[in-house]
């Protein structure tokens, strides 16, 4: 497999942020709940995702390095399996090349929050509010 477009790829991806509503294996898609718009790329008329609002992502957790979305969880490989739902996600995607409407997801990254790295490591939750 060659890299190219690997690079040029990441550049015409838009990243946006927000919750995991849900991940359909049977569909590969993702549903994201948007808290923020994005920055990168903008995106494609008809693609934009809207704050507060649903969005969905066609993912593709298998195949090529090139072909897959690649999932990292707190900056080590993962799966979009692995990602609990109402976690909050950074979302790299693009048109989907199978279906311009649709987006597609390069990339997921998930950043544990200290709350969720409590959570994992049996720290008790310190109430702040």
């Known amino acids: ?28 898609m993702v549903t994201i709940k948007i808290t923020k718009e994005g920055k990168g790329a903008k995106p494609a008329p008809g693609l934009e995702v809207k704050k507060g609002k649903d969005a969905t ?26 990602i609990p739902e109402g976690k909050t996600v950074l979302i790299y ?3 989907d090349e199978k279906d311009p409407k649709s987006r597609f997801a390069r990339k997921i990254d998930v950043i544990l929050s200290d709350e969720g790295l409590d959570a994992k490591y049996g720290v008790d939750k310190i109430e702040t509010d």
């Open 93 to 95: 995607w693009l048109p």
């Open 1 to 28: 497999g060659s890299a190219f477009g690997a690079t040029e790829d990441k550049a015409k991806s838009t990243q946006s942020e927000g919750k995991l509503v849900k991940y359909d294996a049977a569909t590969s």
């Open 57 to 82: 992502f066609r993912v593709q957790p298998s195949g090529s390095v090139l072909a897959r979305t690649s999932v990292a969880i707190n900056g080590k490989k993962g799966e979009i399996t692995d």
